[in-house]
Structures are given as structure tokens and as C-alpha cells.
């Protein structure tokens, strides 16, 4: 079945320090979207990354960087040197359109506090 | 250009009640979708409109929830004799049309019942 695990629930960390956010996907689909979307204390969904299934090359945005790695279902997110705006709820997702449906399917999240 | 818009911002209801979550996308985006949120839980999906018919409305739990979008371009989500278990943040998002098109969210909809 269709899953995402985003095992952290909360994370805490120093201003500075770099952080790594997990994500963890079952699919049978070879062809498929990965996803992460930031959630601010607003409470809007942002968009920060998607990722297709036959492209492996990781990527760097700034500070943030994501390495994705098909042979352990894998999709992490690395925040360099954070700052307090970083505080925010992380969820990743996974989108498999050959099954002729376009839904999102998100994981629990993971809740980052940045400490001044 | 405006990103998704939803009105309101918060609903509050007395159990029973019937409502209406409204959604306008961007411009141009020819497929909508909404998610509902509960707390400390990542989004789930109800139901997936592409142009004016629900392609996939498999995520609605029951026949209480119920969405259109007649011109395909505004939405409704519609439920009925809401329970106090309906408490929750309403999402909706859109992309330009294709499967793979990313969805972009609105700032939700807090429904509470009372």
C-alpha cells in the first residue's frame, strides 16, 4: 500500500545548527512524485520541492538540499545553518498519477523548532 | 498572480447543521482538489475535480460531504448534519491541469462543531 513515514514528530535544534528531516515511502509504482511542503504557524501549505521517480540527482536550494534515494525509499530534507523563520511543520508526500488518481499522500509531518 | 483563496477563514457550527467551505483557485488551473487536516496529522485526501466533474471523490468519508464545482472554477464542499468529528482544517489546492502538475494550497478553511 501507498505510504509516507515521517518517523520524527518534533525536532529541536539551535540556531545554526543544520538539520535533517526524514522521509521514508512505500509504492509499487515505478513511476511516481515525491514532495515537501512547509507549514508555518500561519497554517498555509508551501511548496518547497518535487522530485520524479526516474530522476536521482539530489538538489540544492540555498540552504536547503534533498537527497533522494530509490534503493531505501528515501527522501531526505537538510536545512544548513537554520534560522528561527525555519520553524515550521515539514510534511513530505507522495503523488503516483498511473494510478489514474492525483492525490497527495502525506505524511504526519515533522514539527521543527529553531532556538534563538 | 493571487494563489488559492478560501472563505471562510473559520466556520464555527452547532452539530446538525448543514455548511459550505468555499474554494477559488488560480487562474488557470484546470484541476482542484480538497484535503482535510486534523490536528497534528499530515493532510488526506476527499475528492479531485478536473475541470467540472469529481474524478475522484474516493477520500469522502461519507455521503454527508458532498463538492461541486459547476463552471470549473469555483468549489464547494458541502456537508451535511455535521458531526462534532467534521473539526477540522478543510484544505484545498489546485495545479495547472496535468497528473503531475504540483497542487498548490490555500490557506484552509477551521471548522469547528460545537
Known amino acids: 500500500a501507498q505510504k509516507v513515514t515521517q518517523a520524527q514528530t518534533e525536532i529541536s535544534v539551535v540556531e545554526k545548527e543544520d538539520v535533517t528531516l526524514d522521509c521514508v515511502y512505500e509504492t509499487r509504482d515505478t513511476t511516481y512524485y515525491l514532495f515537501w511542503y512547509k507549514q508555518p504557524p500561519s497554517g498555509e501549505l508551501v511548496f518547497l520541492i518535487r522530485?520524479?521517480?526516474?530522476?536521482?540527482q539530489n538538489e540544492i536550494s540555498g540552504r536547503y538540499s534533498w537527497n533522494f534515494q530509490k534503493s531505501t525509499s528515501s527522501f531526505n530534507f537538510t536545512i544548513t545553518a537554520s534560522q528561527v523563520v525555519d520553524s515550521a511543520v515539514y510534511f513530505c508526500?507522495?503523488?503516483?498519477?498511473?494510478?489514474?488518481?492525483?492525490?497527495?499522500?502525506f505524511g504526519t509531518g515533522t514539527r521543527l523548532k529553531v532556538l534563538a | 498572480g493571487a494563489g488559492v483563496s478560501q472563505t471562510p477563514s473559520n466556520k464555527v457550527t452547532e452539530k446538525g447543521k448543514y455548511v459550505e467551505l468555499r474554494c477559488d483557485p488560480i487562474?488557470?488551473?484546470?484541476?482542484l482538489y480538497w484535503y482535510r487536516q486534523s490536528l497534528g496529522q499530515g493532510p488526506e485526501f476527499l475528492i479531485y475535480f478536473q475541470g467540472t466533474g469529481a474524478a475522484d471523490d474516493s477520500g469522502l468519508p461519507n455521503d454527508r460531504f458532498f463538492a461541486v464545482r459547476p463552471e470549473g472554477s469555483v468549489s464547494t464542499l458541502k456537508i451535511q448534519r455535521t458531526e462534532r468529528g467534521d473539526s477540522a482544517v478543510y484544505l484545498c489546492?489546485?495545479?495547472?491541469?496535468?497528473?503531475?502538475?504540483?497542487?498548490?494550497f490555500g490557506p484552509g478553511t477551521r471548522l469547528t462543531v460545537l
Open positions: 522530485r520524479n521517480s526516474f530522476d536521482e
Open positions: 508526500a507522495l503523488s503516483e498519477p498511473a494510478r489514474g488518481t492525483y492525490k497527495y499522500i
Open positions: 489546492a489546485s495545479s495547472l491541469g496535468t497528473g503531475a502538475d504540483t497542487q498548490y
Open positions: 487562474s488557470g488551473h484546470t484541476a
